[in-house]
């Protein structure tokens, strides 16, 4: 059975906020014109964006600006929020706008419960948008997926990373993360 599914713009999301039909509280973003309910995250999930954003801010300094939690415009139907964005500075920190496509050089999600939606629905949303690096690092599995080579709208190359291996930023290949950094220790 074919639906016809009517899409939401991003104009129409924040005319739905402003309008008081959103609810500012729920746990939402758009992506591909659909509101979608954000996964409650608990403290390894939380404990894990600090782990990567401290091991990030302190390999990247000056060289690019880190996002938490925070909307990218990816196109008219997709304002998602990665837990973690590695954007372009930006002279005035993005008050004018969000982080597009060409500003951003990493896309980051912690997956616990979202695994299957961050690996494939995420997955595919975001080649299309053209991200050229995202990661998933599953925190049941203890391992990271990365996603790159982005091509009509799917992932050309999709590596799982155990907790021994090492990864590089695309952008920055010159920084080198192990997986295990971002995870519990054992």
């Not at 939402?28 to 409650?40: A, C, F, V």
Request: overall charge negative; aromatic content about 6%.
């Amino acid at each position: 059975m074919v639906v016809d599914l009517r899409r939401l713009t991003v104009k129409e999301y924040y005319r739905m906020g402003k309008l008081g039909i959103l609810d500012p509280s729920e746990s939402i973003e758009l992506i591909d014109g659909q509101i979608i309910k954000k996964p409650m995250k608990g403290t390894s999930h939380e404990a894990a964006i600090t782990r990567i954003g401290r091991i990030l801010g302190n390999s990247l300094a000056e060289k690019a600006l880190i996002r938490y939690q925070s909307p990218i415009h990816l196109n008219e139907y997709s304002e998602p929020e990665p837990d973690i964005a590695i954007v372009k500075i930006d002279a005035l920190d993005y008050e004018e706008h969000h982080p597009n496509s060409s500003e951003i050089y990493l896309l980051i999600e912690v997956a616990e419960s979202s695994i299957e939606r961050d690996t494939n629905f995420k997955a595919k949303v975001y080649a299309k948008a053209e991200i050229t690096d995202y990661w998933v690092l599953d925190l049941s599995h203890r391992q990271l997926s990365v996603f790159r080579q982005p091509l009509q709208g799917e992932y050309q190359q999709k590596i799982i990373l155990s907790d021994e291996k090492e990864v590089s930023i695309l952008a920055f290949e010159d920084i080198k993360i192990q997986v295990r950094q971002m995870l519990r220790p054992h």
